[in-house]
């Protein structure tokens, strides 16, 4: 077997101080000792190495560390883009490697983008209510859902009818998470999704995932190299290279 490089995981639990009883915890996600391997690298060259986080709902985590530690590949793992080369991971009890990975990605993780990632010549409610559409949905008023979504990530009802072109990059932000919530997962992923907004915006939106977590128990976990997003959430994992420590 190829030379095992490691790489330096940190957990900084801001909470932790404060709280009573670590026992009582809400697992939702566990990733265990997981390593990536994309199929063209060499040998030991692995994009994540042995990778052990847990991840409660009611709680927002942030991800960090310098482009090229992982952190999108971390994100494909969880969402289950892609299967852990060596290691596990397991929602709700239950391994992935067990799961049909469309299933859970269609109704237990919602995905938000940087970019946004909507129909830009469809209206916003539109764009809602196609999610609700290719994951089957048996909501029998979608639009009425839609604009309910809308409301609740601060976007007024006139807004449902507008094309995703004719809005601003925050409005398309919180048509994208309205849009993510629209099967009411229980877990909420982000790809830097304000590195193309503005600090005001951004903790907007940040307030908007800040309440999903721990209003409504959702466990929301955002990839991130922004302070503020670090300065808002209750959790940061800091991802590193094995070659970024060894060479301190
Ligand atoms: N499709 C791919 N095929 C081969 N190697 C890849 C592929 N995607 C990423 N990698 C490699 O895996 C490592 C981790 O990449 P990843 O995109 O996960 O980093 P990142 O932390 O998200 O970086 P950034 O902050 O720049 O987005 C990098 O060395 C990258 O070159
Ligand atoms: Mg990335």
């Given amino acids: ?3 095992k490089k490691k790489n330096n995981y940190v957990s900084k639990d801001k909470k932790e101080i404060n709280e009573k009883n670590t026992s009582s915890k809400n697992i939702i996600l566990s990733i265990k000792n997981a390593s990536y391997r994309y199929s063209d690298a060499e040998d030991d060259d692995y994009a994540l190495r042995d990778v052990s986080f847990d991840f409660e709902s009611g709680k927002m985590y942030a991800i960090r560390g310098r482009s090229g530690t992982g952190k999108t590949t971390l994100l494909s793992l969880i969402s289950g883009l892609e299967r852990c080369t060596e290691g596990e991971i397991i929602f709700d009890g239950k391994s992935l490697k067990d799961m049909n990975l469309d299933k859970y990605r269609n109704s237990d993780i919602g995905i938000v983008f940087q970019s946004y990632n909507l129909l830009p010549f469809m209206t916003a409610s539109e764009n809602i209510i196609l999610s ?14 839609a604009i309910e979504l809308m409301e609740k990530v601060g976007l007024k009802e006139t807004y449902a009818d507008r094309k995703v072109l004719r809005l601003s990059g925050g409005e398309q932000q919180r048509v994208a998470i309205a849009r993510s919530l629209s099967y009411n997962p229980k877990m909420i992923i982000a790809d830097e999704p304000t590195g193309n907004l503005d600090k005001q915006t951004e903790t907007e939106i940040l307030d908007i995932f800040k309440k999903l977590a721990h209003e409504e128990n959702k466990c929301v976990i955002i990839v991130t190299h922004s302070g503020n997003v670090c300065d808002t959430v209750d959790v940061i994992y800091d991802l590193k290279k094995f070659k970024e420590e060894s060479s301190k």
């Avoid at 048996?138 to 639009?143: C, F, R, V």
């Fill in 132 to 145: 609700m559409d290719v994951n089957g949905s048996k909501i029998k008023n979608k639009k009425e859902k």
């Fill in 1 to 3: 077997m190829a030379n």
